[in-house]
């Protein structure tokens, strides 16, 4: 059974504005993010509702005489408009005690991004990283996720690394009709959270979102923490494999994790290739290391650990032959009895609220 099946509050989003490009995009951002609106286009609606939103949004057309009302000054109020180019927005905003104002064409996934944060049904969101080429950080991810699963969590891997073969297919869910990133339309963002999770491809309680076979590249940073934001309402646990090279998206999906991974082989080569990686990470998020051992490695865990200056999570242990089934196109959930397997489950039992 899930541990999503207690009852979780909701945020609730007033948006005042009669603009119905405006009020459309925010309701969208809202539905991503898996939180109530409250929508009015009246002052004196907007007065009645104004304490009690968690989040209130005010379109370009109302802001001019909202800012000439005497409202109570409250938090959490932000301005959304078509125009920027117009100082008008920006000037009334700060009249208004706003936090601040929003590009409707540019800046919709920080909307996403806010709305989340006032609302508690939110998934914990992992972020599986490889410290150096030839670290096995998909594999792991892949197996991370299959241990949420088995632990009763519903739970999404989310493919996020342009290198990588594809998570369906690590998952034996490569034939399996399912939604994909090149199903989603960046403009429109995600769909809401339940009808997403709904639509994935998945092996019991564990979905996948990745590319199809005939995509080449993945969508931009902006539609894929949108997207685990909308997932966050319905999934209990996210997995994201994210790209060691594309440092653009990788920083700005980490934005949206409450945990980073970094697998790193136990040898020099390693080590050294992950330092510039952890260094740039380091700041933006609470990041651990889990090392992968190899026969005739010349380094343990705890130097690894110390070299990087980050604290050692789990020493994965050497499975030599999952990876070598892998590279046969062979999925890993054939492995679950496997010590990798073991070891992820403890993990995820140790991380995941």
């Not at 409250?74 to 208004?96: C, E, F, H, I, N």
């Not at 599986?128 to 241990?147: D, Q, R, W």
């Not at 991974?261 to 260094?279: H, I, K, P, Q």
């Amino acid at each position: 059974m899930s541990q999503r099946d207690v009852s979780r509050s909701v945020a609730r989003v007033l948006i005042v504005g009669a603009d119905p490009q405006v009020v459309d995009a925010v309701r969208r951002c809202a539905i991503a993010a898996g939180i109530e609106t409250d929508e009015v286009f009246s002052l004196t609606q907007a007065r009645t509702r104004w304490s009690t939103a968690d989040v209130v949004v005010v379109g370009d057309d109302q802001i001019n005489d909202l800012a000439c009302q005497s409202l109570p000054t409250r938090t959490g109020v932000l301005v959304v408009s078509r125009d920027l180019t117009d100082s008008s927005p920006w000037r009334l905003a700060v009249l208004l005690g706003a936090e601040r104002v929003v590009d409707v064409g540019s800046e919709l996934s920080d909307l996403v991004d806010r709305f989340t944060a006032g609302s508690s049904a939110r998934a914990t969101v992992l972020a599986v990283v490889p410290g150096s080429g030839g670290a096995g950080a998909s594999v792991t991810a892949a197996v991370l996720a299959m241990s949420g699963s088995a632990l009763g969590h519903q739970t999404v891997l989310c493919d996020a690394d342009p290198e990588s073969a594809g998570a369906d297919l690590l998952l034996g869910l490569d034939e399996t009709p399912g939604l994909r990133w090149n199903h989603l339309n960046p403009s429109a963002g995600p769909p809401p959270g339940d009808r997403l999770f709904t639509s994935l491809p998945r092996l019991a309680d564990c979905a996948v979102i990745t590319r199809d076979r005939g995509q080449q590249a993945m969508p931009d940073s902006g539609l894929i923490r949108s997207t685990i934001h909308a997932l966050g309402a319905s999934a209990d646990l996210i997995i994201a494999d994210l790209p060691r090279g594309d440092r653009e998206l990788r920083n700005d999906v980490i934005a949206v994790c409450d945990l980073v991974f970094v697998v790193v082989t136990c040898d020099l080569r390693g080590a050294t290739s992950a330092m510039n990686l952890v260094e740039s990470i380091r700041d933006r998020a609470d990041v651990r290391l889990l090392t992968r051992s190899r026969a005739g490695d010349s380094l343990d865990p705890d130097d690894v650990a110390n070299w990087l200056d980050l604290p050692l999570e789990s020493a994965l242990p050497n499975e030599q032959g999952i990876i070598s089934a892998v590279d046969r196109g062979e999925p890993i959930c054939r492995h679950r009895r496997s010590r990798l397997a073991a070891t992820c489950v403890e993990i995820v039992r140790g991380v995941v609220r």
